[in-house]
């Protein structure tokens, strides 16, 4: 059974950093493509950040947040640098096969309040 962990949310105020990360198991499929989405009160979910052969980014979050992976673990992280309020959101990790099956993690709150 495919399972997707998230961890890293929190309560920040404006300026600080949290680190999310989401740990994909339970199927021998090779990963494509990682991503993080967020989604706050009354808005679309919209892409935040992906990594597969290259890493793309929402313009919103450009040169604050970073995404990596690490392979062998099955982990994708998303490092937020300077947050704002407007990042406050639910974040949820998701995951590409290369057969193009796609998984969704559970979410975790991110909340940035002063």
């Known amino acids: 059974q495919v399972q997707l962990v998230e961890s890293g949310g929190g309560l920040v105020q404006p300026g600080e950093s949290l680190k999310l990360s989401c740990t994909y198991s339970g199927s021998s499929r090779s990963i494509f493509r990682m991503a993080w989405y967020r989604q706050a009160p009354r808005k679309q979910r919209e892409q935040v950040a992906s990594?597969?052969?290259?890493?793309t980014y929402a313009d919103s979050v450009k040169g604050r947040f970073s995404i990596s992976r690490d392979n062998t673990e099955n982990t994708v992280y998303l490092q937020m640098n300077a947050l704002k309020p407007e990042d406050t959101a639910v974040y949820y990790c998701?995951?590409?096969?290369?057969?193009?099956?796609?998984?969704w993690g559970q979410g975790v709150q991110v909340t940035v309040s002063s």
């Open positions: 990594i597969a052969r290259t890493t």
């Open positions: 998701y995951v590409q096969t290369v057969t193009k099956d796609y998984f």
